[in-house]
Structures are given as structure tokens and as C-alpha cells.
């Protein structure tokens, strides 16, 4: 445990010192703080690009376009930068032969994959939270009196979505070589998750329906219990996938 | 008492048999020079002997421990310097001293004494800039630091000064030269001058076994040849004296270079008393007469050639 805790503390003075927080809390803080303007602009931007006598008609946007903005940011530009960032944090130890010193001395490997993942995640936590909550004062400011529903268990989800991506990166960093072999990896999962969906049924327990059927919850288009066999299959994945990059790192040669 | 014992190791990448039942022993306190061509299998010896890789046959024990494959306790003996060690480019020396610290369950307090002792030792006691603006140099000697902060029993290095120039090399045996005593030392090189120059111990590795193994002085003893070189007053004289019946026989080489000759002799028949009597009789007075001691390099191109 106590290893799990040093090594943490590493890598978030890394994540700070490399620039990999400060990128990630810039953009998911343009994010919040844009999703709300977006929507409330987007009308008057349309009407200003129409060509001369034509007219079209946009219904008065509310707060649920606002959310939509959030939710198709984060789970679009969002992930992807929140991938790019973190593709080395694995494969990049492992190449350039940092960890040696370290397992040298006696760190648990068990101790590298699980606080690496931890980092990952508080950080993604911070982005996705600061994200969250930005849209929400603007969106409140912007749009005084409209309400959201679900819109916390929908964040619950897009925020899961992303926890189980970066499971699947660490477990595919600790399989493939190079930088981004991970990176390939995790993109080949998630076009097979996608692919799952045409089997009847899979929908429901697919992780993927927890970033694409986020808008749908806040839009009260579908309850909350539909995603619950999603959770139900994700939670377990991720926890899964982190055992198994623990098992496959405590022996990989390095 | 051997500080390190590896029997009959074997490991192979592939086709490559890197390592045919290596038979090792190193004695405590020594400076062991572990000597072999490029690519004959040293770097791999060691990441076994760390845990790092996993051997197909034989064994190792550290201070009489086990080692084995993954996360090996006998790690807590041996502190451990790559040839060229990696560190965290946006840490400061001290921080990663705390780091290695910590990791080795070291007091804070202990972490922050030792770490200024080591730096001192390495000659980084008032750097404190990032480690990702350090010269190689200097990150050799913060790989020493680290690896001496828990005070281990084995320090290995792998080929420390391979990477320097000469001023870092200098810096780095006279490092290790001067824990001589505190912490048994061994040192991978293909440098024999800095071989000769701080190893008390010297194995040198060939074909993936130990091909010779001792004191510089017991190799040498076992190695030895007859050698001499003998400088005439003139190249008729030098010429003159190749001629004789007694050296133009199996198992004696002669080198004529212009007056002066060198002569080996494998089966011991030819001696400097033999050679003195020789010249005696053959009324030569030579400028120069030298029993030649075969240096580690002549050992080392022997027997790898």
C-alpha cells in the first residue's frame, strides 16, 4: 500500500510537471465554459450566415442544448484527448527503461499499473467534474429557470465511460509495444465494442451506451434503469482489465 | 564468503544461446571486473541476477538468497546502476533520492541524511536543476547515488563508463574505487584499462561461460607464457640469432621488428636462463633483455580470438 501511494504521488508531480494536467484542465475548461455559450449563440451565428431573403426557423434554444454540447464534447473531443495524453504514461516507462531503477529496489509492480491507474482517473475525475460543473453555472446564468433532468446520473455515466477506456488503455499498454500500441489497441476495442451493437440485445449491456445514450437520459428519453445493466457490466470490466494489466505486467520482462 | 553464486545459468533469445551454463562467484568486498565482448551476454547475467529476466536453467543467490524472477527480495542487497540510467527528466536529484527513498522503505530522515552523503560523494551536492538538463556524466553519477542509497552489500554496474569521456570516466572509477571496503562491486566493461585499473577480481565471459577467472595475478599465472623481447645492437645480429636451430622448433614464435625480437614460448622449454645461455654462447650482447608479462589485454584478445 504504501508503495501504491509513493508511486501515485509520482505521477501526479509528473502529470503536473509535463504539462498532462494543465492540457487536460484546459480543455475540458474551455469546454464547460463553452457548451453554454455554443448553445445560446449557435441561432444568431446560423441566422448571421444565412444567405440575403433566406429565412429559417431554429426553435429558441434551452439548457438541454447546452447539456448536449457537454455531452458531445467530452464524449467526442473529450475522450479523445483524454487517450492521446495518457498513451504513454505505460508504454513510455517501459520503453525508455525509467521503472528499472525503481523495480530494482524492490517497488511491487502490482503497485506501478494500480496507482498509474488511479492517477488517471482522479485526474480524469477533476476534468470531466470541472467540465461538469462549469456548463452547469454558465447554463444556469444563460438559461435562468430550465431544468435538466437525470443529468447527474448521465454525467455518472459519460464519466464511467471514460474510466473504462482508460482500463482498457492500461491493459492493452501492458500487452502492446511502443508508445502507441496501446493507443491502437484501445481504438481496435472500442470500434469492437461499436460493432457488438448489431447482435440484438448487446445495447443494454454494452459500456459504449453509457457515453452514446448520455443525451438520451438528460433528455428524458429513456429512464435511468435502462443504462443500469451497462453500469453493472462496465464497473466489473474495468476492475477486470486492471487485473488482468497487473498479471500481465508482473510478467513482462523488462 | 561469495556475496553473489550463479550455477549453471542458461538463457537463450531464440537461437541465440546467450548464456551456457555460466558458472560465477564473487567475493565479498571485491571489485569484480566482468569483462566480454559486446553482446556476449553481460547485461543479461545481470537483469537475471536483479529479477528482471527469467533465466531457462540454473540458479543465483544473493547474500545465500534465492533470486527469483519478478519482484525477487534479494533486491534489498544489490543497488544497481544500467549503463546508461533513465530518470525522471522533470525531477530534481533530490527529489528522486526521496523517490528510491521511500520505495526502499527508508526514514524520511534517513532519505534526507543519506541523500546529501551521496550527492556529496558524487560530486552533485549543489545542483539542484531539473535531471532532464543533466549531462551523461552526470547522470551516471546520480545513478550511483541512487543506487548506493540503501546501503547495499552488491552494488552492480553495467558498464558505467562505456558512455563517457574521459573526464566522466575517471570520475566514476574513482567513485567506485573509493567504496571499495563498504560495498562489494561488479562492474561490466569492455574497457580493460578501467578493469585494470580498479578490479581486484576479474572474470571474463566468453561463448556464454566463463572462459578465465581470478586475480589479475592468477590469470596471468595461468595464462603465462615464456615471453621476451630481446633488442640487438644490430638487425645482423637480430636476424643472426633467429637462425638458431634451438628456437625454429613447435611451440616458439618469433617476431623480428627491424633489431629487436620478441619470442614466445607455449611449452616452457625456452626460458630467460635458456635465451641468456644462447646469447653466450653465441657471443651476442644485447641493448636490452625483458621478460614480458602478458597484460589483460593479451589474456582477453586470447581468448576470444
Not at chain 1, 482517473?121 to 460543473?133: K, N, Y
Not at chain 1, 444556469?140 to 464511467?160: E, R
Not at chain 2, 550527492?119 to 543533466?134: H, Q, S
Amino acid at each position: 500500500m504504501k508503495h501504491y501511494f509513493v508511486f501515485l504521488k509520482k505521477e501526479l508531480m509528473e502529470y503536473a510537471r509535463t504539462y498532462k494536467l494543465l492540457i487536460l484542465l484546459a480543455v475540458f475548461t474551455i469546454f464547460g465554459m463553452t457548451n453554454p455559450l455554443i448553445a445560446k449563440l449557435t441561432p444568431d451565428l446560423l441566422a448571421n450566415f444565412m444567405p440575403g431573403g433566406m429565412t429559417i426557423t431554429i426553435p429558441e434554444p434551452t439548457a438541454l442544448d447546452s447539456w448536449a454540447q457537454f455531452f458531445k464534447n467530452t464524449q467526442q473531443m473529450g475522450l479523445i484527448v483524454l487517450l492521446l495524453v495518457f498513451s504513454s504514461v505505460l508504454a513510455g516507462e517501459i520503453s525508455k527503461g525509467t521503472l528499472i531503477n525503481l523495480l530494482t529496489k524492490g517497488l511491487m509492480r502490482q503497485a506501478v499499473i494500480v496507482a498509474k491507474y488511479g492517477a488517471m482517473l482522479l485526474v480524469w475525475s477533476i476534468s470531466v467534474g470541472l467540465s461538469a460543473f462549469l456548463t452547469w453555472v454558465y447554463t444556469a446564468y444563460l438559461f435562468p429557470g430550465d431544468g435538466v433532468s437525470q443529468l447527474v446520473f448521465a454525467v455518472f455515466c459519460m464519466w464511467l465511460f471514460g474510466a473504462f477506456l482508460l482500463a482498457v488503455l492500461l491493459a492493452a499498454s501492458t500487452v502492446a509495444g511502443g508508445n502507441y500500441g496501446g493507443l491502437l489497441l484501445t481504438g481496435l476495442a472500442v470500434v469492437a465494442l461499436l460493432t457488438l451493437n448489431i447482435v440484438p440485445g448487446a445495447l443494454k449491456y454494452n459500456p459504449v451506451s453509457l457515453a452514446s445514450r448520455s443525451m438520451e437520459l438528460a433528455a428524458n428519453a429513456i429512464d435511468k434503469s435502462v443504462l443500469y445493466p451497462a453500469v453493472a457490466v462496465t464497473i466489473p470490466a474495468a476492475l477486470g482489465l486492471i487485473g488482468i494489466a497487473v498479471l500481465v505486467f508482473r510478467r513482462k520482462q523488462i | 564468503m561469495n556475496i553473489l553464486e550463479i550455477s549453471d545459468l542458461q538463457m537463450s533469445f531464440g537461437t541465440n544461446h546467450v548464456l551456457r551454463g555460466l558458472n560465477m562467484e564473487v567475493p565479498e568486498h571485491a571489485i569484480f571486473g566482468f569483462v566480454g565482448r559486446n553482446g556476449v551476454g553481460k547485461t543479461t547475467t545481470m537483469k537475471i541476477v536483479l529479477g528482471l529476466l527469467k533465466a531457462q536453467g540454473g540458479s543465483v543467490t544473493v547474500c545465500g538468497e534465492t533470486v527469483s524472477y519478478g519482484a525477487t527480495r534479494t533486491n534489498r542487497h544489490i543497488g544497481y546502476l544500467p549503463d546508461v540510467p533513465e530518470f525522471y527528466g522533470y525531477m530534481r536529484p533530490r527529489e528522486y533520492l526521496k523517490l528510491c527513498g521511500e520505495i526502499t522503505g527508508l526514514a524520511p530522515a534517513k532519505i534526507k541524511s543519506r541523500s546529501e552523503e551521496l550527492l556529496e560523494l558524487v560530486g552533485l551536492e549543489g545542483v539542484n536543476r531539473r535531471i532532464g538538463g543533466f549531462s551523461r556524466g552526470m547522470k551516471q553519477r546520480l545513478g550511483i547515488a541512487q543506487a548506493l542509497l540503501n546501503e547495499p552489500r552488491l552494488l552492480i554496474c553495467d558498464e558505467p563508463t562505456s558512455a563517457l569521456d574521459p573526464i566522466g570516466r575517471r570520475q566514476v572509477l574513482d567513485i567506485l574505487s573509493a567504496i571499495k571496503g563498504r560495498t562489494t562491486v561488479v562492474f561490466s566493461t569492455h574497457i580493460l584499462s578501467d578493469v585494470e585499473r580498479i578490479c581486484d577480481h576479474i572474470a571474463v565471459l566468453e561463448q556464454g561461460q566463463l572462459a578465465l577467472s581470478g586475480t589479475l595475478a592468477e590469470i596471468q599465472k595461468q595464462q603465462r607464457r615464456n615471453s621476451f623481447r630481446i633488442r640487438f645492437a644490430t638487425e645482423a645480429e637480430a636476424t643472426a640469432f633467429t637462425q638458431l636451430e634451438e628456437l625454429n622448433r613447435g611451440g616458439v614464435e618469433l617476431i623480428l621488428d627491424g633489431k629487436e625480437l620478441q619470442i614466445s614460448c607455449e611449452d616452457g622449454s625456452i626460458d630467460g636462463q635458456k635465451l641468456v645461455d644462447l646469447l653466450s654462447e653465441h657471443r651476442l650482447a644485447p641493448e636490452n633483455f625483458e621478460a614480458m608479462e602478458p597484460t589483460l589485454e593479451d589474456l582477453f584478445t586470447e581468448v576470444v580470438t
